[in-house]
């Protein structure tokens, strides 16, 4: 019996906050990773106070991220690989300028996506694990530097009964409102105002449902890593639970301390400091919302569902 030969395929999700990626061999159902990483590039940084213009500083940063990544994916042997923008470029007025900067310096073919296609992806990155793969009721978070969608799958277990993509993110949250270092308490009320009228989106039948919960993305990566008291090993994070108690405990301990000493914080990219309370507090009121108990813990986000999209494609909400 003749092996099947390797065919070398990579995904990269440019977020708001970072960009990542993974490469894997699609002839093995991209279950063979072969690299993947993530750099923080903060390409969304003070998109607000710009006039909704990406900033020349954090193009720049971003485009010799995604070379780094790149040149990594093609040293693997990497045949093809698929790429996509989410809420800062969604957003951003000079978007067409990056796009163009890193087809010609790269030859790298950007697509933006819709919230509602990132929600998709998102949602099938956590289905097609074979953890959660048939979970009758399954809804996936996932919290990122200027969006956080929501995907409530249908009973059947497959397809997507709900899905929205919510216009707050970790670090459009910490620009708009959590400006002091500390945050002061002001500042975290009116945050979780805005949180809670975005929440209001949601539809009513979303609670009080009976559902697997599980989150993706750096945030509830980070927390799970705090939570395991600075295990930050993608192994051990992956299926982590976090009880709400005990995220409520983490996010009142993050919020009095300063930058610098979330830095040192076990588990939590010092990267990352200045963001993960805007993100704990959105996914601690989501968690209320939801009259959830528990969220469990998925290290496979957007860029896996892309990867299983468009190279790996099965039976797919």
């Known amino acids: 019996m003749t092996a099947t030969a390797p065919r070398i395929v990579a995904a990269i ?9 993974i490469v894997v061999d699609a002839s093995a159902d991209c279950e063979r990773l072969l690299y993947e990483n993530t750099l923080i590039t903060r390409l969304g940084e003070g998109m607000q106070a710009y006039g909704m213009r990406l900033k020349e500083a954090a193009i720049r940063r971003t485009l010799d991220a995604l070379e780094e990544l790149v040149q990594q994916a093609r040293a693997y042997g990497a045949e093809q690989i698929a790429a996509v923008g989410t809420a800062a470029l ?3 007025q000079n978007r ?39 979970s009758p ?8 530097g200027g969006s956080t969608e929501v995907i409530v799958g249908a009973s059947d277990g497959k397809n997507i009964a709900f899905r929205v993509s919510l216009d707050m993110g970790a670090v459009r949250l910490t620009e708009r409102f959590l400006r002091s270092d500390p945050p002061t308490l002001a500042q975290l009320d009116g945050a979780s105002r805005a949180i809670r009228e975005a ?33 930050q ?11 709400v108690t005990r995220l409520e405990q983490i996010l009142r301990r993050l919020a009095t ?34 009259e959830a108990e528990q969220i469990a813990v998925s290290i496979r986000g957007l860029r896996w569902g892309l990867l299983y999209d468009r190279f790996c494609n099965k039976a797919s909400p």
């Open 137 to 144: 009721h399954l809804t996936v978070v996932d919290i990122g």
């Open 96 to 134: 067409a300028e990056f796009l163009q900067r890193a087809q010609e310096r790269l030859g790298l073919t950007i697509e933006i996506i819709s919230g509602q296609e990132e929600a998709r992806l998102s949602y099938l990155a956590v289905r097609r694990d074979p953890v959660w793969r048939e």
């Open 199 to 231: 929440l209001e989106h949601l539809p009513v039948t979303v609670r009080h449902r009976p559902c697997t919960l599980v989150g993706v993305g750096g945030t509830i990566a980070n927390l799970a890593a705090i939570d395991k008291g600075g295990v």
């Open 13 to 21: 999700d440019v977020g708001t906050n970072s960009v990542k990626i």
């Open 257 to 290: 301390l300063s930058i610098e000493e979330r830095k040192t914080v076990p588990g939590l990219e010092p990267a990352r400091a200045d963001i993960i309370v805007a993100g704990a507090l959105i996914l601690s009121l989501l968690l209320s919302h939801l």
């Open 233 to 243: 090993s993608a192994e051990e994070l992956h299926h982590h639970v976090i009880p």
């Open 90 to 92: 969604r957003e951003a």
